[in-house]
């Protein structure tokens, strides 16, 4: 037996694995501060401070003098850089880009509009030339792209890589969306829901990050929920996990687009909404109804209110089942906050289990409507560092 106890190499072994911590944080959030890093990967500053010299000595990071958050910061990077990936979430309107080393570090970005019901052709083809166009603008050379993900607003079945439910999103129908952008980028495309997509980004860095248990929701056009699970976002088995936009609330409600009847999308969704108020201000798109539910029109607000009673009760299943400690809220229609938060924490306390409603708060996204587009960029980068030369 070993006199001196501790074996000399249990020490070193320990180190090298903070080091890949370091580094992994590095590759999948882009460039970070010390704070960062230890927040990231749970090591302590000291500890961070100690791995980021000898990385540095050993000409694996690189540090730089950035401003973050209004404040001077040395960052911390791998050297020459692990390359760039791009994040692309489809709306039903318009389709939003970034491109950057990771979620914290988007160089450039790009919103077009889109027309309703576009086509998966067109918006692909649109797709690849503005990821080629970031590129050019930010002279980045094409050979530096590493990885991209791609948000669909609709349930996608990772087995097939297809849209997994043809009438949410006709103009996509049996189309192999990931294998096409590939084919167009030459690089690996992973390919998600964007209700997914906005939770991972609020978990990495957003209003969940440090939750195990969580949900986010996501209202726009649609409804849909990321689901948390153990700190990572819950796919299910084949990818649509979180379809609570297609969850029954009233079995003998309206026919959903999705082909059944009730969903929470029916009552919620921007026609439904849209439709509430059309006898008083003919048809509104979205953005305008919440511009004027903000701006204190009666039947706006009352139009907003009354989604978040309907969300709050499909809430309140999520929290039964799942025990959240966190559910967060984004997408346009979160854009009214309490207006609609409120509603939604009542409709949780009225149907929810006394004690899974207590330990839950329900809080407002913190990233905003672009979410999802910071959460494909974290997608792309985990995609990337899997794939990188050694
Ligand atoms: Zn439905």
Redesign the pocket.
Known sequence: MNSLGRAPGSQASLRAANRGRVLEALDRHGPLTQVEIAAATGLSAASVSNLVRDLVADREVETSRAVRNGRRAALVAPVGGRGVVAGVAFGDRDVRLALGTGPRDLRSRVRLPLPPDHVADEGLSRAARLVSDMLDSTGTARTDLRAVALGLPAPVDSVSGHVGSEA?LPGWRGVAAARELETALGVPVVLDNTANLAAQGELVCGALVGVRHGCHLKTSHGIGAGIVLDGRVHRGSAGTAGEI??VTIDENGPV?????RG????FVGSSALSSAVAVTHGHLALRDLVARALAGDPGCRRVVTDAGRHIGVAVAGVVNLLNPERVSIGGTLARTGDLLLDPIREGVERCAIPSAAASVEIVPGSLGEDADVVGAMAVAAERASTTRPA
């Open positions: 949410i936009g297609h959903c687009r999705c082909g059944n969903c929470l999308d029916t």
